[in-house]
């Protein structure tokens, strides 16, 4: 823990530093979209510290938390060193770089971003890749806050609570105390933190049958969310909501890391499993190319690139606040991963696999829990067979924090706590993803009816919504953690390789073809490792799988997809190349000639 906060300490101090300084050349003179097009819905200059809270948390979903315990089935140290070095060279400059091109373009998304930097077919490839990879994305995520709140009254109160809260905060800082962000923070902690000590009282209640929701209630419940997030003016609902979870986020981090620091829990998982050369009870594939794909957040992540390209940059106030925002929340969304790492490798094996793996296939393994009837009498739930890594995550924070001094009887509170801690994480990347895809369907709409493109069409916004909501929806119905979150890895890291495409273009057409290195190094490994993981999976999981009595449809739209978004991907690397080669021969600096200048007297 101490190694990784050093490095990535001198990461943001000095890497930063020189892509800031030397690659992008940022100017805190330049007018930016927020001022030049305020509309007060979308477009609406928000402080650094604020815009920071809802990037963070709208980047920081289910991958870094869910991704390292799945794929700690390889042993502590493959995902270890790709959290690490992963998030300094690759996320993080990714985050940066097209945080900033969407920042100088009005806005736009990666998609038009693409179009413009790259071409028509680059464009039209991204788009349809983009809306794909969305909507498996949101599946993957949600799929995590299904399984951690279905049955827990206790987690659905307290999640609850953080909707109208956000509509409290929001409107305290907008119309009733504007500028008073402390007061409204104030608020919003004290609200979350009772929410959670008092929900435990309230699931005990009449209240309780009502709170405690099945797999589908809870799945139409984060649907009905998503939608009422997506259309409501972003200050009302989505910005407050990640802002006030930012501290949870933040703060349970930083007492995490303390936590690990003090307790120095001892590492249980071995550091290279058995399981890496494939065959294992949750990833079945080898630890190369699957840890990559399985770690689908907390080292790169091509969803940043809907949010850099999507709500954040209409909300930047000055360019000097992109560096913190792209790539300093990117960090620490590496430190969440590398926390939730040790925390669930803290765990004994066979508890681990006890709640990770369905009981009928962990009886195969031939293994012998050793805490796990402690651990669910503890917690006051049994969390056997609890699929998809959000419980197994809770338990070993909760083991954590109860082994600080004064702590040890609140196992129950910490691991509710922990359940609030992840379903905050994942719903706030759920309503900004959802927003993000119903950008991008405007978009669409727009080739076929100009007005619906518009951001504050009430029409094309409401259309679009319950288009991309109805499609997660039926993925999160329809699948399970070892359908959908392969596919969403991949889908995932697709995307941060199509992001990286257009970032080295948008170097190139600069002028800065010679720091050029910075985006297409990281776009090149993560080509070739998530290609190669995603032919396997369509081969070796997602064919079998349409073999099996009743899921012939779900396996068959799985390969369909994944051969799909291979394809979009391998589109846009050649179109890419076919543009850095011409810009080669010519010696043109485009983006200078189609970069949008905000400044309305040039």
Not at 116 to 129: D, F, R, S, Y
Not at 401 to 412: E, I, K, N
Not at 518 to 530: R, S, Y
Not at 557 to 576: K, P, R, Y
Request: proline residues 5%; hydrophobic residues 55%; charged residues 10%.
């Amino acid at each position: 823990m101490v190694g990784a906060l050093c490095v990535l300490t001198i990461a943001y101090r000095y890497y930063s530093a020189f892509i800031a300084a030397k690659v992008l050349v940022l100017d805190p003179s330049r007018v930016t979209p927020a001022h030049l097009y305020q509309d007060g819905s979308n477009y609406d200059p928000t402080n650094k510290w604020v815009l920071m809270g809802h990037h963070f948390a709208a980047i920081a979903g289910a991958g870094p938390l869910i991704g390292p315990v799945l794929a700690a089935q390889f042993g502590f140290l493959p995902g270890f060193l790709w959290l690490l070095l992963g998030v300094v060279l690759a996320g993080a400059v990714q985050d940066f770089v097209i945080l900033f091109a969407s920042v100088r373009r009005g806005g736009k998304s990666l998609a038009e971003i693409a179009r413009q930097e790259i071409g028509p077919v680059a464009g039209l490839t991204t788009a349809i890749a983009v809306l794909f990879i969305i909507i498996v994305a949101l599946a993957g995520l949600g799929l995590a806050v299904v399984n951690a709140l279905r049955d827990s009254a206790w987690g659905v109160f307290a999640i609850g609570c953080s909707i109208p809260l956000a509509f409290i905060v929001g409107l305290y800082m907008k119309r009733f105390r504007p500028g008073k962000i402390m007061e409204a923070s104030a608020i919003g902690v004290i609200g979350l933190v009772l929410a959670t000590v008092f929900g435990r009282h309230i699931s005990q209640t009449a209240l309780g049958p009502y709170l405690t929701l099945s797999y589908n209630g809870a799945t139409w419940a984060m649907a009905i969310y998503g939608f009422i997030a997506s259309v409501l003016p972003v200050w009302l609902l989505l910005v407050p909501r990640d802002y006030i979870s930012s501290y949870m986020k933040v703060g349970t981090i930083a007492v995490l890391v303390l936590g690990l620091l003090w307790v120095n829990p001892p590492i249980h998982q071995p550091l290279i499993s058995a399981y890496v050369h494939g065959g294992g009870p949750i990833i079945l594939g080898k630890v190369f190319p699957f840890v990559f794909i399985t770690i689908a957040c907390g080292a790169i992540s091509g969803f940043h690139a809907l949010v850099g390209s999507g709500t954040t940059p209409k909300m930047i106030k000055n360019e000097m606040d992109i560096r913190p925002i792209g790539y300093g929340a990117m960090l620490m969304e590496g430190l969440v991963g590398i926390t939730a790492l040790i925390a669930c490798c803290a765990l004994y094996p066979a508890d681990y696999y006890a709640i990770n793996v369905a009981p009928v296939k962990f009886a195969t393994l031939g293994l012998v829990p050793v805490n796990l009837a402690t651990l669910s009498q503890q917690v006051g739930e049994s969390v056997a067979g609890r699929t998809g890594g959000a419980v197994s995550l809770a338990v070993g924070m909760a083991q954590v924090f109860t082994a600080l001094p004064g702590m040890a009887r609140l196992m129950s509170y910490w691991y509710h706590f922990a359940i609030l801690f992840e379903a905050l994480f994942i719903l706030t990347t759920i309503d900004a993803g959802t927003r993000v895809g119903r950008f991008i369907l405007q978009e669409f709409f727009g080739r076929v009816y100009k007005p619906l493109e518009r951001t504050d069409s009430i029409l094309g916004g409401v259309l679009a919504s319950v288009m991309v909501v109805g499609a997660w929806v039926y993925f999160i119905l329809t699948g399970s953690v070892s359908t959908i979150w392969p596919m969403f890895g991949i889908a995932n890291q697709l995307l941060a390789v199509i992001a990286l495409c257009v970032g080295t273009t948008v170097l190139i057409n600069m002028g800065k073809a010679k720091y050029a290195w910075v985006t297409f190094l990281p776009m090149a490994f993560v080509a070739t490792t998530t290609l190669t993981a995603g032919w396997q999976s369509i081969w070796n999981n997602f064919i079998p799988l349409a073999s099996q009595p009743g899921k012939m449809g779900v396996g068959y739209l799985n390969a369909f997809l994944t051969f799909l978004m291979m394809g979009c991907a391998l589109v846009m690397i050649f179109e890419s190349l076919r543009s850095w080669t011409h810009h080669r021969r010519h010696r043109v600096v485009r983006g200078q000639s189609r970069s949008i200048s905000l400044d309305p007297g040039l």
